[in-house]
Structures are given as structure tokens and as C-alpha cells.
């Protein structure tokens, strides 16, 4: 059974910066990418950043310059680093494994449908 466990949430000021990790265990199947979603209170999950087994990442338009997503496969972990952090990226994050088939993908180019799921992390950010 694959389980995900994410961690590194928190809270910080505007501007600041927190690293997030997602440790995956168990068997993944395929797992050709992995993802970050976040959902605020009030709103629909949305899509943040990808990478995928060949290194490639993708990131949506809120993220990009300021979030990096980066894997290490021996320790079968995914990290994201958020810098320049803004009130409006508060949230509870999530990671994801194992993108479903016929899924279908974000405009950006990360997967929208995944498999497995993480509890979630939360992220303050006070202005």
C-alpha cells in the first residue's frame, strides 16, 4: 500500500520561505510523476507544481519563479521550496503519486488525477 507523508508546513511572515517534503513508501506502480496541490479554506483543490521521472518539471503560472520542486529518488522523497511567500498562498498542501490514466493535464502541464494521496501540510503566511 502506498502511503505519503508530508511535512515542513508552517508559519511565516510574507516574503519569507519554507521547504515542504513528501516522503513516499510502499509500492507505486508506474510513477511517472509526482505532484503538489494545495486547497485554502473555502475553495477547490488547484494544481501547484510536477515533476516527472525524466526530471522535468512543470509549474502553474501562481508558482513559477518563486516555488522550486525538486525529487531524490533514493530517498524516495519530493521536496517543494516556496520563496517569496504571500498571503494568498496559505493553504493546506498535499502531495501525490502515480498520475491515474486519461487523467488529463493542467494547462501548465502537470497531471490533474492522481492515485495516492498525502494528508496534507499546513501553510500560514501573515502579512
Known amino acids: 500500500q502506498v502511503q505519503l507523508m508530508e511535512s515542513g508546513g508552517g508559519s511565516v511572515q510574507a516574503g519569507g520561505s519554507l521547504r515542504l517534503s513528501c516522503v513516499v513508501s510502499g509500492y507505486t506502480g508506474s510513477g511517472d510523476c509526482m505532484g503538489w496541490f494545495r486547497q485554502a479554506p473555502g475553495k477547490g483543490r488547484e494544481g501547484v507544481t510536477a515533476?516527472?521521472?525524466?526530471?522535468?518539471?512543470y509549474y502553474d503560472y501562481s508558482a513559477k519563479g518563486r516555488f522550486t520542486i525538486s525529487q531524490d529518488n533514493a530517498k524516495n522523497t519530493v521536496f517543494l521550496q516556496m520563496n517569496s511567500l504571500k498571503p494568498e498562498d496559505s493553504a493546506m498542501y498535499y502531495c501525490?503519486?502515480?498520475?491515474?490514466?486519461?487523467?488529463?493535464?493542467?494547462?501548465?502541464?502537470?497531471?490533474?488525477?492522481?492515485?495516492?494521496w498525502g494528508q496534507g501540510t499546513q501553510v500560514t503566511v501573515s502579512s
Open positions: 501525490a503519486s502515480d498520475p491515474l490514466p486519461y487523467g488529463g493535464y493542467f494547462v501548465w502541464g502537470g497531471p490533474i488525477e492522481y492515485a495516492n
Open positions: 515533476i516527472c521521472r525524466d526530471s522535468s518539471t
